[in-house]
């Protein structure tokens, strides 16, 4: 099943050239700077690179953050912070601000800067790797894969690290506690779609496929609430996301729970549920038109002309067709057929 997933820009940042004359000594230190130029040169090259995998990402982020570690943490293992720590100022673009630039003279900064478009990556990767129209089952898996490490990565950044920010990040800009949980709640969003989808493909019960989808929509609802308080001129587009997938992934669950009553010959129930789905889908498909009227970061797409929106549409339709059906049968059980 192919899926359609909202994506904010990569973060953007002022090259760093880690020369440091007067400061740093000796042969040894110099292949350090020049290491750890070279390894985030390569690094910001991957993230826009369409042949880099995840194999490559983490190799490149590993080399980076390891030699970026002796700016911050002292080298005899200490609690003490490295002396070199408040050396060099960084600058970073947000997501959803624009071209403005936030900067910090601090390597704790960078650390979560850089890792923050490490995770966003992964987002885009599994974005690229979803949208196929005969995704594989091993890439379904890769996808999942995908969305879970960048859940991991954020939460471990909000965690651990951003709180050791000497300057706390201002109101609505990416490393604000907010943000970065709305991107961890999105990610399990999209990647239980993944398993949703999984589920509907091996015929699971219908049961467990509307549970699945409701607390789907109950994670794209919770992300949206986290937004709220922001600006809309620059959170709106992603509200957008979030709240037609809600409804998109509601109605899912009204759809297989009508489904489940059929089946039990609640035709009556049946009927009223796939009534709601139907009601659901027809708000979500209006939210996908003004998504794409929205201005903002993020694609300027119309969802509601992907497979994954119409064939739920066809699903809900068909369904409740043969619910009716089903209902006329039990209303006139002496009916003969014509």
């Known amino acids: 099943m192919t899926h359609w997933f909202h994506r904010n820009p990569l973060k953007a940042t002022a090259p760093v050239s880690f020369n440091y004359y007067g400061v740093v000594t000796g042969p040894s230190a110099s292949k350090i700077c020049n290491d750890l130029r070279s390894s985030r040169a ?31 943490n002292s080298l005899d293992e200490s609690t003490q912070e490295s002396k070199l720590r408040y050396i060099q100022n960084f600058k970073w673009t947000d997501t959803l601000q624009g071209q403005v630039p936030s900067a910090q003279q601090d390597a704790v900064f960078e650390l979560i800067s850089m890792g923050f478009n490490v995770a966003l990556w992964y987002t885009k990767y599994a974005s690229r790797l979803a949208g196929k129209e005969n995704i594989t089952e091993d890439e379904a898996k890769e996808v999942h894969r995908s969305l879970k490490i960048a859940a991991g990565i954020f939460k471990h950044l909000k965690e651990s690290h951003t709180p050791k ?4 990040a201002e109101k609505g800009r990416d490393l604000e506690s907010r943000l970065i949980e709305a991107y961890v709640i999105q990610c399990q969003a999209e990647a239980q779609e993944v398993t949703i989808a999984r589920a509907i493909e091996l015929k699971h019960a219908p049961g467990l496929i509307a549970a699945l989808a409701y607390e789907t929509a109950n994670f794209y609802q919770k992300a949206d609430h986290t937004l709220s308080s922001l600006e809309p001129a620059y959170s709106a587009k992603w509200r957008k996301y979030l709240h037609l997938k809600m409804c998109f992934y509601t109605a899912y669950a009204y759809c297989y729970h009508g489904e489940t009553l059929l089946a039990s ?16 889908y027809a708000k979500a498909e209006a939210l996908c038109k003004e998504y794409g009227e929205t201005k903002g970061p993020g694609p300027t797409v119309k969802p509601s002309g992907h497979l994954f929106f119409w064939k739920l549409g066809n699903l809900v339709k068909n369904t409740l067709e043969k619910c009716q059906r089903e209902n006329g049968f039990i209303l006139n059980p002496n009916q003969k057929k014509k």
């Open 42 to 72: 390569r690094l910001l090259e991957l993230f826009t690179d369409l042949s880099c995998n995840p194999e490559m990402m983490k190799n490149a982020a590993d080399s980076y953050f390891s030699l970026l570690q002796g700016f911050i």
């Open 165 to 168: 920010l000497i300057t706390p």
């Open 265 to 280: 010959d609640k035709c009556g129930e049946a009927i009223r549920s796939l009534q709601e789905a139907e009601k659901l």
